[in-house]
């Protein structure tokens, strides 16, 4: 061009010349030692700060090192300072001496932190001084709302609602059959301290029982519902099954309290087995308790079955019954005080005499003028003569009668005080009559003498008397029926359970106070004629009790047939045991049909024990275990102070439940402690049962809060202090890629941490999409679906974590940085190698990865890199023998020695073994590297093959010096082609920009010299301009690819990596998985792609590999 111009620079040296002198600058004079890599490297470093300031290059002084290992203490470590440690201790004469030659030269910018092996070895071998480190609050369900048949509204007061239901449940079969005989087996004050104990249980879990049905609505299902909304499914399933156990069990027991009083005292002669022997009369009893009990079992279900209705309405009647009788034991104990029923008791020396067979207690009678022998005299004499044989005793001790209700002012009560326990077969005697020897224990079995049936203890009789305290729970399962249940249920409950309290308290001091202690050990009534022992102390004639007894039997049995299916059936309907649906279903009325066959069932099952002595304590256990968790809900709920907990029943107190939580539980112990853990088992399973199997649900139970509080309260001890190395584990950050439909591209990444996890530690997915969050939100609630579903499929347990970010790089960093919580965070990053970096036209996706790598390391973070992850194993595989290969090069805190073994815990590597590799250079002593290792691998407790493989300075090979020149040219290449490419996107923005400030300039400028001349540009000139650049450019830029020599930095490198993945692929090319320390990225980022060839040397010819980089502790100790 012959004309001279001036182009006058526009913003600032935003010109075309300004822009264009440093591209002229990148291949015009290149370092004869960088091959010109510089140059080109500070290119692409000013067009990545104007895309994403995240790569703006650091100073490398101000970056953290991976490891310190120093004297000075608790720099990255566990918190404990540490006192010459061969570990961190490094000294400046040991970095100069680490990585002396060009073997090592991958490391080398890593050696001032990371000693090499044979360093490490060295000193730990001559240490002899180591120090010891230290969905909506409640689901509807509507389909069913909508078949329910309208309702009046509930009209009941406390009165009818509640304390009568009540009092007619707790007052019933033990009170009349077995409370005399507790008394006189007892003694009062133990019989005192027995009702006083399970009464104080009761009444602490009506309080407990009172704050929770009165904080809300409580439908129907009553106490389940109140404990599995108060405690959550699983603790609510267990213990609702539970209760209908006890309730199921209840119902034998007032079956079979009714076949008593039937065979026993109303009709004696319809029995059906009869024993020929005294020894078979137990026998003979059971088995007609059995065929009467299932009899009367079928009968009472077939009433419930069809007319549930008129059970409900004989409800009032079978409580006049029990009121009636209790007033007539009252009346019979005040009319003792001025006349004393005739009932005498036959005492043959001090042995209590049934009187069943013989009308007068005599041994012989003067009839007409002569002597006679007695019914008495044949029982005892081998006949009816004077001078027969008979029994030693019967000879040797009078025949004596005694009055068996001498009334309340006889002073008995002194007699009655303190327990008198025994054996099976001991005979019931009185100790203030004498007594004569010569009884024959062998003989004494077939003799007509009043004998405990049963071993007595006192726990024994604790186990029979609850019973007869439960009950207290008929309120609240009415609750649907009342007019102000939150009222109601309180008062009527308290109310209730304090008058039978007293009912109980005084009918045990008057008992012990009017009846004769051998009558009241007499369980049966077998020394007054079989009557009722507690009929014969009435007013006015024991029928009154014994009709009234058998009628209250009767209805309890009929109530328990009718509650316990119902409450099945709530469980049913709630879905939170799968396989109890079925019992969901009923008749079109709603009546709960297959629930009431498995009862019947269960009740069956109790009617076959037979014994009801027996069945007591199995019912007590159920019910005890229920009102252990009503307690513990009260607690629960009350110390967690949940805003939704606003009970308007205020006289609660959670030491209170915690009182009657501890009481219920040592109550179960007392009573039966096999039945107790009989009972806890069951319940344990069904908890496992719905917890794994069961339907979610959330109630917002205490359980769920308590967990928070447990957590919150964790996480914050956890803050306090880094773990120790002992209890160091890795906690893994899990980096997962999904592809355009969100799904999970390398599902084996979850496989390899859950055979490295095995469900212990932290775990947490993360994903990051591109965009914003407001445009991605469907995307990232896709992504995470399917996220967990593959967590699931791979049982993989932890959490997941999506997140939106403007830019990938952005949203890896935000992960890495905030994932977790609190002392509860990852201290470990798991990713897989981006194997197609080299086809991807996108430079961002080796270069997110570079920077995740130093990301990771600026954190202390662990990382681990896993090459060809889908060729990894399935959790299903089985690998056979094979090896696990460790290759040690430089100390970076055990993480290569403790993953290997953690891996080796799950049954995919359970049979692989483990090979240690670590390399030695020219100046090292292999044979005694090799001694130290084995030490030291003894000292871990591992068990591994060593081996050490040498690596002599060779000089570095032509092929080494041709791969990386040909690595230097393709680099210059792809970076040309992205300067080319950057052009084209700027172009028509840079013309616009340069025609207006070109302009601008011209017109601004009003002193213009003769020798200047300004000329605008226009888009012609413009073009021919930049075409006439651009082949300068080309032609300098081809010319010095081919003349550009490798750098000599690079070469080292290069050398390290073709021989150290030479010596693995030959030692370790069929093992299943190499362990491998991962070089760190260069400090200059000018180096990032040449950094990745590097590693793609490195790994060449290996199948499964994973790179592992240290996370600035030790992970592993020697010590215990």
């Given at each position: 061009?012959?004309e001279?111009?001036v ?15 440093p591209?002229?600058?990148?291949v ?23 895309e ?34 061969p ?5 400046d ?11 090592m ?11 090499m092996?044979s ?14 480190g ?8 509507e ?14 007061g406390?009165?009818?609602g ?18 005399t ?18 009464c ?6 009506a309080i407990?029982m ?5 904080n809300g609505?409580v ?8 404990i599995?909304?108060?405690l959550?499914p699983?603790?609510?399933?267990a ?5 209908y ?15 008593e009083i ?16 005294k020894?078979?009369?137990?026998n ?8 009467y ?24 009647v ?6 009636l ?6 009346a019979g ?10 009932f005498p ?17 005599l041994?012989?009678d ?20 004077l ?13 004596t ?6 009334g ?32 024959d224990?062998?003989q004494?079995?077939?003799?007509p003498y009043?004998?405990?049936?049963i071993?007595?203890f ?8 609850f ?9 609240s ?23 039978t ?22 369980k049966?009534?077998?020394?007054v004629?079989?009557?009722l022992?507690i009929?014969t ?18 209805g ?11 409450l ?12 109890l649906?079925v ?8 009546e709960p ?34 009102y252990l968790?009503v307690?513990?809900a009260?607690a ?7 805003p939704n907990?606003?009970?308007?029943f205020?006289?609660y107190?959670?030491?209170?439940s915690f ?6 539980l ?24 719905i917890?794994y ?9 205490g ?5 928070l509080?447990a ?9 306090e ?5 002992k ?5 893994v950050?899990v ?8 799904g999970v ?11 490295l996890?095995?469900?212990?530690g ?6 990051v ?15 995470d ?10 049982k993989t ?19 890495i ?8 965070k990852h ?9 197609t970096?080299r ?12 920077e995740t ?13 896993a ?6 194993p ?10 696990i290969?460790?290759?040690?090069v ?22 692989c073994?483990?090979r240690i ?10 044979i ?15 068990d591994?093959?060593v ?10 090979s032509?092929?080494?010096y ?10 210059q ?5 992205q300067?080319?490419r ?28 003769p020798?200047?001349?300004?000329m ?30 490798p750098?000599?930095?690079?070469v ?16 370790s ?12 990225p ?22 499964r ?9 030790e ?6």
């Amino acid at each position: 061009m012959g004309e001279r111009f001036v182009v006058v620079p526009v913003d600032g040296g935003g010109g075309v010349a300004g822009d264009r002198e440093p591209s002229d600058a990148v291949v015009s004079d290149p370092a004869p030692d960088t091959g010109g890599s510089a140059g080109v490297g500070a290119t692409a470093e000013e067009i990545e700060e104007g895309e994403d300031s995240v790569f703006e290059p650091q100073d490398p002084s101000t970056v953290v090192p991976i490891l310190e290992y120093n004297r000075e203490p608790n720099k990255y470590g566990d918190g404990v300072p540490k006192e010459n440690s061969p570990f961190i201790n490094n000294t400046d004469n040991d970095k100069g001496n680490s990585y002396d030659g060009t073997n090592m030269a991958l490391f080398e910018e890593e050696m001032d932190s990371n000693p090499m092996v044979s360093s490490l070895l060295n000193k730990l071998a001559n240490y002899t001084n180591l120090t010891q480190g230290a969905q909506e609050h409640e689901e509807a369900d509507e389909d069913e709302g909508s078949k329910k048949k309208a309702v009046k509204s509930p009209q009941m007061g406390t009165f009818m609602g509640v304390y009568l239901p009540c009092l007619q449940n707790i007052l019933g079969v033990i009170l009349f059959l077995r409370l005399t005989w507790i008394v006189g087996t007892a003694g009062i004050l133990e019989s005192l301290a027995i009702v006083c104990l399970c009464c104080s249980c009761t009444m602490l879990t009506a309080i407990s029982m009172s704050a929770i049905a009165t904080n809300g609505v409580v439908p129907a299902g009553g106490s389940y519902y109140m404990i599995s909304r108060s405690l959550g499914p699983e603790f609510g399933g267990a213990v609702g099954l539970c209760f209908y156990l006890g309730t199921t069990f209840a119902g034998s027991m007032y079956i079979l309290g009714t076949i008593e009083i039937l065979l026993t005292y109303i009709v004696p002669k319809a029995a059906i087995f009869v024993a020929d022997r005294k020894e078979d009369e137990l026998n003979a009893l059971l088995n007609n308790m059995r065929v009467y009990g299932t009899c009367c079992l079928a009968l009472m279900s077939v009433v419930v079955f069809v007319g549930v209705k008129y059970v409900n309405k004989l409800a009032l009647v079978f409580l006049a019954c029990v009121i009636l009788s209790i007033l007539a034991i009252y009346a019979g104990v005040i009319k003792t005080i001025f006349e004393p029923p005739d009932f005498p008791v036959c005492m043959l020396g001090n042995r209590t005499l049934q009187n069943l067979n013989f009308d007068k207690c005599l041994k012989t009678d003067f009839i007409d003028n002569m002597t006679v022998t007695t019914k008495l005299w044949m029982l005892f004499c081998d006949g009816p003569e004077l001078n027969a044989t008979c029994n030693e005793y019967f000879d040797n001790n009078n025949v004596t009668m005694i009055q068996g209700i001498p009334g309340l002012t006889s002073g008995v009560i002194s007699e009655n005080m303190w327990s008198v326990y025994g054996p099976l077969g001991m005979m019931v005697e009185n100790k203030e009559l004498s007594s004569l020897g010569g009884s024959d224990s062998a003989q004494d079995i077939y003799m007509p003498y009043v004998i405990n049936d049963i071993t007595t203890f006192f726990t024994l009789l604790v186990g029979i008397y609850f019973p007869s305290v439960t009950g207290i729970m008929a309120g609240s399962n009415r609750s649907g029926d009342l007019r102000d249940a939150q009222k109601s249920i309180p008062i009527g409950t308290i109310l209730a359970i304090a008058t039978t309290s007293f009912i109980y308290v005084t009918c045990v001091v008057l008992f012990g106070a009017s009846i004769e202690g051998v009558l009241l050990r007499d369980k049966f009534g077998d020394s007054v004629k079989g009557n009722l022992v507690i009929g014969t102390l009435s007013w006015p004639s024991p029928w009154v009790i014994v009709i009234g007894s058998f009628f209250s039997c009767c209805g309890a049995g009929l109530q328990s047939l009718t509650g316990a299916p119902r409450l099945l059936q709530a469980i049913a309907r709630d879905g939170i045991v799968p396989f109890l649906q079925v019992f969901g279903h009923g008749k079109a009325n709603g009546e709960p049909t297959w629930a009431l066959l498995l009862t019947g069932g269960i009740c069956e099952i109790g009617i076959l024990i037979a014994s009801l002595d027996a069945v007591a304590p199995i019912l007590s256990m159920f019910f005890l275990m229920c009102y252990l968790f009503v307690n513990l809900a009260c607690a629960v709920q009350t110390l967690l102070r949940t805003p939704n907990w606003r009970p308007r029943f205020k006289y609660y107190h959670w030491a209170l439940s915690f009182l009657g939580m501890s009481l219920c539980l040592a109550l179960m112990f007392i009573c039966s402690w096999y039945y107790a853990i009989f009972a806890m088992a069951i319940a344990g399973c069904i908890y496992k049962y719905i917890e794994y199997r069961g339907a979610e649900k959330e109630w917002g139970d205490g359980i769920r809060g308590l967990s928070l509080n447990a957590a919150r309260y964790a996480l914050i001890r956890l803050e306090e202090a880094p773990p120790h190395t002992k209890n160091w584990r890795p906690q893994v950050l899990v980096l997962l890629n999904v592809d355009s439909d969100q799904g999970v591209k390398h599902p084996r990444l979850l496989s390899l941490t859950t055979q490295l996890k095995a469900g212990k530690g932290l775990t947490i997915v993360g994903n990051v999409l591109e965009g914003t969050y407001l445009t991605k939100d469907a995307e990232a609630k896709r992504a995470d679906q399917n996220i967990k579903s593959s967590m699931s499929a791979e049982k993989t347990k932890g959490f997941c974590h999506v997140v939106v970010s403007s830019n990938l790089r952005d949203g890896m960093s935000h992960l890495i940085q905030s994932a977790g919580l609190g002392g509860m965070k990852h201290n470990t990053v798991l990713m897989a190698w981006p194997g197609t970096w080299r086809q991807s036209n996108d430079p961002q996706s080796w270069k997110n990865f570079i920077e995740t790598v130093r990301e990771s390391t600026a954190a202390h973070h662990a990382l681990l890199v896993a090459k060809n992850v889908d060729s990894f194993p399935t959790n299903q595989d089985r690998l056979g023998e094979g090896t696990i290969d460790v290759w040690w090069v430089v100390h970076d805190g055990g993480m290569l020695m403790l993953l290997p073994f953690l891996l080796r815990q799950h049954k995919v590597w359970r049979k692989c073994k483990m090979r240690i590799f670590t390399v030695a250079q020219m100046d090292d002593n292999s044979i005694q590297m090799k001694k130290d290792l084995q030490m030291f691998l003894y000292h871990l407790r591992l068990d591994a093959e060593v081996e050490v493989v040498e690596m002599h300075d060779n000089d570095i090979s032509a092929f080494t010096y041709e791969k990386t020149l040909m690595m230097e040219q393709r680099t210059q290449m792809l970076k040309q082609m992205q300067l080319s490419r950057t052009e084209r996107e700027r172009e028509a923005q840079l013309i616009h920009d340069r025609n207006t400030a070109s302009h601008a300039t011209i017109n601004d400028k009003a002193e213009t010299g003769p020798d200047r001349v300004h000329m605008t540009w226009t888009k012609d000139k413009m073009f021919a301009e930049r075409n006439r650049n651009r082949e300068c450019n080309a032609n300098v830029a081809v010319r010095d690819l081919f003349n550009m020599k490798p750098n000599q930095s690079n070469v080292r490198r290069m050398h390290t990596a073709v021989k150290l993945n030479g010596v693995v692929v030959n030692k370790s090319q069929g093992a299943h998985l190499v362990l491998l320390n991962m070089p760190g990225p260069p400090r200059n980022r000018g180096g990032d792609e040449n950094y990745m060839e590097f590693l793609e040397v490195l790994l060449e010819g290996l199948n499964r590999v994973l790179l592992v980089r240290g996370g600035g502790r030790e992970v592993i100790t020697i010590y215990s």
